[in-house]
């Protein structure tokens, strides 16, 4: 039976020293990645040969360390607006400066939500890494350039279901879409191995947003092009500027296998490479990136890292009004039906084999098998509550004998044709779900 256990008091860090140098050297495999995402020309590309000399270098250290200290700063603190009221701010006006290349401690922003110098550069200018704000789409049946157990981020709002390949996405992070009438922004942050759409809509506005080129905590940070404020990705949140405090509503994003999006989702679409820009689609930037034992890039996060779980244990994440919860990809292995029913929830977190890890091969088809999740309402359409077993490839609720797939489509049985309720959930890395989500209840499975 799952069971809690918090993340607020984590046993003592254990990091071994070669899991150090190999935190070093990969920290030079994520410079490099990141200055060739940015090379317009796509001509500058990161062997699997090269990536393993750099690796070799962090172990044998370098005058060019990413992992060094980033600033001689003295501490300061990272929750300035803590005790300020953002519900009280008219974030319709207009407004007084940009949060992107003007004065980020302008007295007229509201209080940031960070420290604006725990913001750091990751290299890039602002959409040096280019976000796609005109995509193309092909209908599934069409597509060839995608392999089966590749990556795919699912979107689907009002029955339009969109695949956006990660072999695309790892290279432009941000994708300003539409769904008939609701504006949509679907992200990725390779560092943090993190895929979250929201709706753009805030108030009187209609945000589009862009790469600043900058990380908060090892994360994407965002800017809106309408007032050049910061948003962190990871928590669709405006951080510093004319929107700090300002929340944007997110939109459920499920990453899949392509062969489980064609297959739940035969007239959907997917992505293209038709972007406006030359990459080398199909190939990963950031070869080894999601090696278990090495540590976030010490010179993109700043603080103690939660040492609950190894930094980059893969889990899913859930946030909601009750609080924040985990489950470690490593149990769903083990046990591909997890219940949820802390505070109150009614949900349940499916997994299946059969997604490739983009961050692992210098391709992005190549990786092992990391699986893939789905986090649901347990209950049918008629509010009847539902719980599962798993069976075969799919998952059998114990009410009906209906068989349901990862993505909650009832495929077999008395429900068939029915959709369970799609909760926004994030699969990720344990340090950046603990470090945006302080407190997280991790589920034990016993």
Same mark, same amino acid.
């Given at each position: 039976?799952?069971?809690?256990?918090? &993340?607020?008091?984590?046993?003592?860090?254990?990091?071994?020293?070669?899991?150090?140098?190999? %935190?070093?050297?990969?920290?030079?495999?994520?410079?490099?990645?990141?200055?060739? $995402?940015?090379? /317009?020309?796509?001509?500058?590309?990161? &062997?699997?040969?090269?990536?393993?000399?750099?690796?070799?270098?962090?172990?044998?250290?370098?005058?060019?360390?990413?992992?060094?200290? %980033?600033?001689?700063?003295?501490?300061?603190?990272?929750?300035?607006?803590?005790?300020?009221?953002?519900?009280? !701010?008219?974030?319709?006006?207009?407004?007084?400066?940009?949060?992107?290349?003007?004065?980020?401690?302008?007295? #007229?922003?509201?209080?940031?939500?960070?420290?604006?110098?725990?913001?750091?550069?990751?290299?890039?200018?602002?959409?040096?890494?280019?976000?796609?704000?005109?995509?193309?789409?092909?209908?599934? @049946?069409?597509?060839?350039?995608?392999?089966?157990?590749? $990556?795919?981020?699912?979107?689907?709002?009002?029955?339009? +279901?969109? =695949?956006?390949?990660? #072999?695309?996405?790892?290279?432009?992070?941000?994708?300003?879409?539409?769904? *008939?009438?609701?504006?949509? &922004?679907?992200?990725?942050?390779?560092?943090?191995? /993190?895929?979250?759409?929201?709706?753009?809509?805030?108030?009187?506005?209609?945000?589009?947003? *862009?790469?600043?080129?900058?990380?908060?905590? /090892?994360?994407?940070?965002?800017?809106?092009?309408?007032?050049? %404020?910061?948003?962190?990705?990871?928590?669709?949140?405006?951080?510093?500027?004319?929107? =700090?405090?300002?929340?944007?509503?997110?939109?459920?994003?499920?990453?899949?296998?392509?062969?489980?999006?064609?297959? @739940?989702?035969?007239?959907?679409?997917?992505?293209?490479?038709?972007?406006? $820009?030359?990459?080398?689609?199909?190939?990963?930037?950031?070869?080894?990136?999601?090696?278990?034992?090495?540590?976030?890039?010490? =010179?993109?996060?700043?603080?103690?890292?939660?040492?609950?779980?190894?930094?980059?244990?893969?889990?899913?994440?859930?946030?909601? +009004? $009750?609080?924040?919860? @985990?489950?470690?990809?490593?149990?769903?292995?083990?046990?591909?039906?997890?219940?949820?029913?802390?505070?109150?929830?009614?949900?349940?977190?499916?997994?299946?084999?059969?997604?490739? &890890?983009?961050?692992? /091969?210098?391709?992005?088809?190549?990786?092992?098998?990391?699986?893939?999740?789905?986090?649901?309402?347990?209950? %049918? +359409?008629?509010?009847?509550?539902?719980?599962?077993?798993?069976?075969?490839? *799919?998952?059998?609720?114990?009410?009906?004998?209906?068989?349901?797939?990862?993505?909650?489509?009832? !495929?077999?049985?008395?429900?068939?044709?029915?959709?369970?309720?799609?909760?926004?959930?994030?699969?990720?890395?344990?340090? =950046?779900?603990?470090?945006?989500?302080?407190?997280?209840?991790?589920?034990?499975?016993?």
């Amino acid at each position: 039976m799952p069971s809690r256990r918090s &993340s607020e008091t984590p046993p003592p860090a254990t990091p071994g020293g070669s899991a150090s140098r190999l %935190s070093r050297g990969l920290g030079l495999v994520v410079a490099a990645a990141i200055a060739v $995402a940015a090379c /317009s020309d796509g001509a500058s590309e990161l &062997s699997s040969d090269e990536a393993t000399e750099a690796v070799s270098a962090g172990e044998a250290g370098t005058a060019e360390d990413p992992d060094a200290d %980033s600033t001689d700063d003295e501490a300061v603190p990272d929750d300035p607006g803590a005790d300020f009221d953002y519900g009280t !701010v008219d974030y319709d006006l207009e407004p007084v400066d940009s949060a992107l290349i003007g004065n980020r401690e302008n007295p #007229q922003f509201p209080p940031p939500v960070v420290e604006p110098a725990l913001i750091r550069s990751g290299g890039p200018p602002p959409d040096g890494i280019p976000p796609i704000d005109d995509p193309q789409f092909v209908p599934v @049946a069409e597509v060839d350039f995608v392999a089966d157990e590749e $990556a795919v981020i699912l979107v689907e709002v009002d029955g339009d +279901a969109r =695949a956006y390949p990660i #072999q695309i996405l790892i290279w432009h992070e941000i994708v300003n879409d539409q769904f *008939g009438e609701v504006p949509v &922004s679907v992200t990725y942050c390779p560092l943090c191995n /993190s895929a979250l759409a929201y709706d753009r809509r805030f108030g009187d506005r209609v945000l589009d947003f *862009g790469t600043s080129g900058e990380l908060y905590q /090892s994360a994407l940070v965002m800017y809106d092009r309408q007032t050049e %404020s910061l948003w962190a990705h990871f928590t669709g949140q405006g951080l510093v500027g004319h929107y =700090a405090g300002a929340q944007l509503d997110f939109i459920p994003a499920q990453t899949v296998s392509f062969a489980q999006f064609r297959e @739940a989702h035969p007239d959907g679409r997917v992505l293209t490479r038709d972007t406006g $820009a030359s990459r080398p689609y199909g190939q990963n930037p950031y070869p080894g990136y999601d090696f278990e034992g090495s540590d976030p890039i010490g =010179a993109f996060f700043d603080g103690e890292i939660d040492r609950t779980l190894l930094a980059k244990a893969r889990i899913v994440g859930i946030s909601d +009004a $009750a609080g924040s919860v @985990a489950v470690r990809l490593e149990d769903l292995s083990v046990q591909p039906v997890i219940p949820i029913t802390e505070d109150g929830r009614n949900l349940v977190v499916f997994h299946r084999p059969g997604l490739a &890890s983009a961050l692992e /091969s210098a391709q992005i088809d190549g990786g092992r098998d990391v699986g893939q999740t789905g986090v649901f309402v347990a209950e %049918s +359409a008629d509010g009847t509550g539902l719980s599962f077993t798993a069976d075969g490839d *799919g998952f059998v609720d114990d009410q009906t004998g209906s068989t349901w797939n990862v993505v909650g489509q009832a !495929v077999a049985g008395p429900l068939q044709g029915e959709q369970l309720q799609a909760v926004s959930h994030l699969d990720t890395f344990w340090f =950046a779900w603990a470090t945006y989500r302080p407190g997280t209840v991790i589920i034990e499975v016993s």
